[in-house]
């Protein structure tokens, strides 16, 4: 009996396993109307499967089918966040920045590598590209034309010396030596150029030292005249003594003293650790970021410090001096120039501890050159505009008034 089947008003059956008749299966529609639930058949289950779809009413705002959230596929760029308990039931959720979509309904995203990147909902990874502060951008076009500016000011303030050399007020503000600053100042314009274009480790390792050399053969000059100010106006007593140290050709084997004391601390600076050039893969988005990484603090304090303590000692030297009358006071163009470039460098070192994208280089190129501008404008271009627009104050006469001694004669 088991196994027969029989037939009863022209339908045929059959004992299932379980020792029952599969007669079929009604799909009963529940309805709530007005809080009462009624039993709607709106199908059947045979040998196949009948919906009648027009007797459902769905219990959504516009009695629409509603999505169902179990078994769906995600759009490309997607993937699956399961929710609750059930693996069947989730959300289609974007792949955030920097993931893409691998495997179709993945149920999490894989990771870019760290050269690539993508954006949100992506299905391939991109490869970055390389920022760093390019020749071609107007930034640095604005910053070619602020340093040719100065290393044109600075090489007619040069030419201009060279040409009124045997003048007092040029023998007064260096003679000589005066000429050799102004060089300096030029190169320290030009050498701009370091912090552009794609940096190296030998670019990165050079631009500190070359600032620091060039502005160091600015400030030995400025010390010399410091000191021989402080002889005059402090120590009249020692001046006869030591002031052959410091004027004529004995002066220049200061200069020498100190570039060689720069070189010193340079060749410290490249034992102890030099910059060099690093990626930066979190600061941009969608670039890598080439700077110079500073990697020791303690060179780089080094390198610098030294023409800080020597700008400290040219402030101290000049920074009480007083003017005799409407007199021009030689000591207070040393004295403006020092405090520019103090006032520079608190920026500076403020911007340059915290800055990580290209405005770093920016912020280098903008140092040295308003650093320049600021040494120009403070000691040179007065003098300039004295000897081009004031001939009659350019006498011997004048600057015996200025101060106490009489003008150097640089007869080297």
């Known amino acids: 009996m088991n196994s027969f089947p029989f037939e009863v008003n022209g339908r045929r059956f059959r004992f299932d396993q379980s020792h029952s008749i599969n007669t079929g299966y009604k799909l009963i529609f529940w309805s709530w109307k007005n809080s ?23 219990h959504t705002t516009d009695q629409k089918e509603p999505t169902s959230e179990c078994f769906r596929h995600c759009e490309p760029g997607q993937f699956r966040q ?8 989730y959300d289609c959720t974007d792949c955030p920045e920097n993931t893409f979509w691998s495997t ?63 003048t007092p007020l040029v023998q007064v503000s260096g003679g000589k030596r005066s000429l050799f600053a102004l060089f300096s100042l030029l190169l320290l314009s030009l050498s701009c150029c370091l912090y552009i274009g794609k940096p ?9 030292m070359v600032y620091a050399l060039c502005l160091n053969g600015c400030f030995s000059t400025f010390f010399i005249k410091s000191l021989e100010i402080a002889l005059v106006t402090e120590f009249p007593r020692c001046a006869p003594t030591f ?70 000692v040219c402030l101290l030297c000049t920074f009480m001096v007083q003017t005799v009358g409407k007199t021009y006071n030689i000591a207070r163009g040393i004295t403006f120039a020092v405090l520019s ?12 501890a915290t800055l990580k994208t290209v405005l770093r280089s920016v912020t280098q190129i903008g140092t040295v050159l308003t650093t320049s501008l600021g040494i120009l404008g403070t000691y040179y271009i007065p003098k300039c505009y004295i000897i081009l627009f004031k001939p009659d104050l350019n006498t011997v006469d004048y600057f015996q008034n200025s101060i106490k001694e009489e003008p150097e004669k640089d007869s080297q």
């Open 36 to 58: 009462t639930l009624t039993y709607q058949p709106v199908g059947d289950y045979g040998d196949s499967l009948y919906i009648n779809k027009s007797q459902i009413q769905f």
């Open 82 to 89: 399961i929710k609750g308990s059930q693996l069947c039931c």
């Open 104 to 166: 179709e309904d993945s149920s999490s995203c894989t990771r870019c590598p760290q050269h690539q990147w993508a954006p949100a909902r992506s299905t391939r990874c991109h490869d970055r590209g390389h920022r760093y502060l390019f020749w071609n951008e107007p930034l640095t076009v604005a910053l070619l034309l602020l340093m040719s500016l100065t290393a044109s000011l600075s090489g007619g303030a040069a030419a201009l010396f060279y040409k009124n050399l045997d």
């Open 200 to 208: 190296s480790d030998q670019l990165c390792a050079m631009q500190q």
């Open 243 to 312: 002031l052959r140290w410091v004027t004529q050709r004995r002066a220049w084997l200061l200069v020498a003293l100190c570039l060689l004391t720069q070189s010193l601390f340079c060749f410290f600076y490249l034992r102890l650790g030099p910059d060099y050039s690093a990626s930066d893969y979190v600061s941009l988005p969608t670039e890598v970021l080439l700077v110079c990484h500073t990697r020791s603090w303690v060179a780089f304090a080094l390198v610098h410090g030294y023409n800080g303590c020597l700008a400290l």
């Open 341 to 352: 470039y103090f006032i520079i460098w608190i920026f500076f070192v403020a911007f340059f």
